[in-house]
């Protein structure tokens, strides 16, 4: 049974229109993060929640947001996505916000900007 | 310097060989280390973490940290084609709620 959840799993938006990727987990975990991964590069922490705590990273740009209403759901909103915005965005959860908490995966969101 | 440093490969090991992955960190303080698994297009997949100096064994995989030394590797015994894919190495700090990863070696097991 999946256990991060992330829709869609492909997305094609036009330059400049925004977008909003989602993410749900039914572990119960109380951290979640958003990631964006392009090609052969590491993934890059955008922001996360450690319940309803926002944490956002600095360099994460201003045109990411995220909104997380409820323990199960967090989403991405890319308010004018542009060319170089194309790439993989991963959802993962932790149980807590200590070090020796394992993450784990959603199978990715791929972006593609027209 | 990158907090996360890892050869890139490609790694090329004939099957049934061993696979040895190795990854150095800046932050004297990380305090847990993981080991993912990605294939190409797909999400990263946990496979090992260690916390401990030492060893820790897990089927055909084997952890190695050296908190001195700020390395650890990845030990994949009797290689199988299945085993190819990019390893990333990942490292957090105790005081933070974040991991950093490297940009991970790509491993090829060939027949």
């Known amino acids: 049974d999946a256990m991060v959840i992330q829709n869609p799993r492909y997305q094609v938006t036009q330059f400049g229109k925004p977008v909003t990727l989602s993410c749900s987990q039914t572990?119960?975990?109380?951290?979640m993060y958003w990631y964006q991964q392009k090609s052969s590069q590491a993934p890059k922490l955008l922001f996360h929640y450690y319940d309803k705590d926002f944490n956002n990273e600095a360099d994460t740009p201003d045109n990411f947001q995220s909104r997380r209403p409820n323990t199960s759901f967090c989403f991405l909103d890319i308010r004018s996505p542009g060319l170089g915005d194309a790439a993989m965005y991963l959802c993962?959860?932790?149980?807590?916000?200590?070090?020796?908490?394992?993450?784990?995966f959603g199978p990715g969101t791929r972006l593609t900007v027209t | 310097q990158k907090e996360v440093e890892q050869n890139s490969g490609p790694l090329s090991v004939p099957e049934g060989a061993i696979a040895s992955l190795n990854c150095t960190y800046s932050?004297?303080?990380?305090?847990?280390f993981f080991w993912y698994r990605q294939y190409s297009g797909k999400s990263p997949e946990l496979i090992m973490f260690?916390?401990?100096?030492g060893d820790k064994e897990d089927g055909r995989f084997t952890a190695q940290l050296n908190k001195a030394s700020q390395y650890v590797s990845l030990l994949i015994r009797d290689s199988q084609p299945s085993d190819s894919a990019t390893y990333l190495c990942?490292?957090?700090?105790?005081?933070?709620?974040?991991?950093?990863f490297g940009s991970g070696t790509r491993l090829s097991i060939r027949p």
């Open positions: 990942a490292v957090t700090h105790s005081s933070a709620s974040k991991i950093i």
């Open positions: 572990l119960n975990h109380n951290v």
């Open positions: 993962a959860t932790s149980r807590g916000a200590s070090g020796d908490s394992e993450q784990y």
């Open positions: 932050d004297r303080g990380s305090q847990s």
């Open positions: 260690i916390y401990s100096n």
